[in-house]
């Protein structure tokens, strides 16, 4: 399983730090990402690690405000989050790629269908 955390509330401007660690788990992860979910909207892109070289992408919407981070699949994959916007509020999920193999392609680790593995969510909050 993957266990998110880190959620809360957080005024515009402030930083969060979210944690996803994975737990009684043995197998190879390709990649961990981040999406996230506002009310009425369809899940979306944050960031992605891969783990053939430590590969980061990131949605232009957190591009140079949120950093991944992550020593391997096996210990928990940060997300700093900083400079947060009002737009920024959503549940925010934690993905695994286990099938494999690595892609080159970008679009590949931005779709929700590539990932075999899903967190149960944290929700933030950013007030205006």
């Known amino acids: 399983q993957l266990q998110a955390s880190g959620g809360g509330l957080v005024q515009a401007g402030g930083s969060l730090r979210l944690s996803c660690a994975a737990s009684g788990r043995t197998f190879n992860t390709y990649a961990t990402a981040w999406f996230r979910q506002a009310p009425g909207k369809e899940r979306e892109f944050v960031a992605v690690?891969?783990?053939?070289?430590?590969?980061?992408d990131y949605a232009d919407s957190v591009k140079g405000r949120f950093t991944i981070s992550g020593d391997d699949a096996k210990n928990p994959v940060d997300l700093q989050m900083n400079s947060l916007k009002p737009e920024d509020t959503a549940v925010y999920y934690c993905?695994?790629?286990?099938?494999?193999?690595?892609?080159?392609?970008?679009?590949?680790?931005?779709?929700?269908?590539?990932?075999?593995?899903w967190g149960q969510g944290t929700l933030v909050t950013v007030s205006s």
């Open positions: 690690i891969k783990w053939n070289g430590g590969n980061t």
């Open positions: 993905a695994a790629d286990d099938d494999g193999p690595f892609r080159l392609s970008t679009c590949y680790y931005r779709q929700t269908t590539t990932y075999d593995y």
